[in-house]
T-cell receptor, first 119, second 116 residues
């Protein structure tokens, strides 16, 4: 089946540094990738949707300059948390789909998530 | 204002019995509705979505959900529960008519326990 690899699975870093999280589709071409954030009390938030070769579409309330998303190829999307602070500590999850648009019936395949801890 | 409610924190079902996980929503326009499941050892997975068309949507692992516009509900159902269905289930709604952009709101999650 379709596999999405997310790296790293866990990262701890100092406040003020930038952290990059990678999301790769291993055996399919991901024209659309999604980034989610799961807060400590389990609630989920969709951060942005990215289509290969174009700018990401951010959800309302998500800071574009804080959470930089790049989807430069059909197999890789990255999320960079810039100047990270303790309040950015969270579980970040990516998913990938083989078709674009909300009307597609192509399923989303999820990565295992990245736990980010900012000290 | 856009919102999603999963009124039950936890649902307990015996294996083989039908299960229902409830979800109600409030949006200003026509919603896109989703169900996700988070297994302890397998991470988050997409189950199904309603965009338009038939109100009964069939998804992965034998799950289905029915869009009820008059009751603003999108309950998740399965005719016969399995122990392996035990997980955390999230309902989500995406509002397409919100000025200034899209926003997807997730419910707080419902933990399903299926007992053998």
């Amino acid at each position: 089946g379709a596999v999405v690899s997310q790296h790293p699975s866990w990262v701890i870093c100092k406040s003020g540094t930038s952290v990059k999280i990678e999301c790769r589709s291993l055996d399919f071409q991901a024209t659309t990738m999604f980034w989610y954030r799961q807060f400590p009390k389990q609630s989920l938030m969709l951060m942005a949707t990215s289509n290969e070769g174009s700018k990401a579409t951010y959800e309302q309330g998500v800071e574009k300059d804080k959470f930089l998303i790049n989807h430069a190829s059909l197999t890789l999307s990255t999320l960079t948390v810039t100047s990270a602070h303790p309040e950015d500590s969270s579980f970040y999850i990516c998913s990938a789909s083989e078709r674009t648009g909300g009307n597609s019936n192509q399923p989303q395949h999820f990565g295992d998530g990245t736990r980010l801890s900012i000290l | 204002a856009q919102s999603v409610a999963q009124p039950e924190d936890q649902v307990n079902v015996a294996e083989g019995n039908p299960l229902t996980v409830k979800c109600t929503y409030s949006v200003s326009g026509n919603p896109y509705l989703f169900w996700y499941v988070q297994y302890p050892n397998r991470g988050l997975q997409f189950l199904l979505k309603y965009i338009t068309g038939d109100n009964l949507v069939k998804g992965s692992y034998g799950f289905e959900a029915e869009f009820n516009k008059s009751q603003t509900s999108f309950h998740l159902k399965k005719p016969s529960a399995l122990v392996s269905d035990s997980a955390l289930y999230f309902c989500a709604v995406r509002d397409l008519n919100r000025a200034g952009g899209f926003k997807t709101i997730f419910g707080a999650g419902t933990r399903l326990f299926v007992k053998a």
